[in-house]
């Protein structure tokens, strides 16, 4: 009974290589998110997508493009990995910017993380 | 975006000790969320708190939005509290969240 799920867990690969992150949510949200933990423990939001249409892209590098085949899930794919891609990615979903039915319409939940190293 | 500060950075707490976590926020918020990220790296929702207080066992948190800022307190901490506090929050108009440095707890038996 997962809400959010992420694959994989850790991910160790060579510079210069492309790799897949995949995210999942079971909540029925339309809103789903990537965000990006430095080795700080800092997080910074990467990417938002509502209804497999991308509404936020922050300044990331163009090698980092979302993939969004449908409102239950949002894929990320990096080209040409580099050494300050090592990081854990957070996939989020929440319900969509707004008032909803209750107080806790707009919380946002979180995926486990996936590991990525790059060496 | 919004700057969100936490304060203090690190605590360290012997267990059975209360504690009182603070995060101020520099703009008008619709969404403030606490999150617990415990030592495997999972970001455990807290609370989902914009305004008011709220209580789930031995943590609680208010929210001051006319005073942009929120507490989360811990009361007879235990080991299993210790890791990294989080504050997020987000902005009128904004739909993802911008997150404190959060706070290092480490609770000792």
């Known amino acids: 009974d997962t809400a959010v799920s992420q694959t994989p867990k850790y991910l160790v690969t060579q510079m210069g290589n492309d790799k897949s992150i995949k995210c999942e949510q079971n909540?029925?949200?339309?809103?789903m998110y990537w965000y990006k933990q430095d080795s700080k423990k800092f997080l910074k939001i990467m990417f938002s997508?509502?209804?497999?249409?991308?509404?936020i892209n922050e300044t990331v590098p163009n090698r980092f493009s979302p993939k969004s085949p449908d409102k239950a899930h949002l894929n990320l794919h990096i080209n040409s990995l580099e050494l300050g891609d090592s990081a854990v990615y957070f996939c989020a979903s929440s319900h969509p910017m707004g008032g909803g039915p209750i107080s806790s319409y707009n919380e946002q939940f979180f995926g486990p993380g996936t590991r990525l190293t790059v060496l | 975006g919004i700057q969100v500060e936490q304060s203090p950075p690190d605590l360290i707490l012997q267990e059975g000790a209360n504690s009182t976590l603070r995060c101020n926020f520099s703009?008008?918020?619709?969404?403030l969320q606490w999150f617990h990220q415990n030592p495997w790296g999972q970001l455990i929702n807290l609370f989902y708190i914009p305004s008011g207080t709220k209580q789930n066992g031995r943590l609680s948190a208010t929210t001051v939005a006319t005073e942009r800022y929120s507490l989360l307190y811990i009361s007879s901490s235990q080991t299993t509290d210790s890791g990294v506090y989080f504050c997020?929050?987000?902005?009128?108009?904004?739909?993802?969240?911008?997150f404190g440095t959060g706070t290092r707890l480490t609770v000792i038996p």
């Open positions: 909540l029925g949200h339309d809103t």
């Open positions: 703009d008008s918020v619709n969404n």
């Open positions: 997020a929050v987000r902005g009128r108009g904004a739909n993802n969240l911008f």
């Open positions: 997508y509502n209804n497999k249409e991308l509404i």
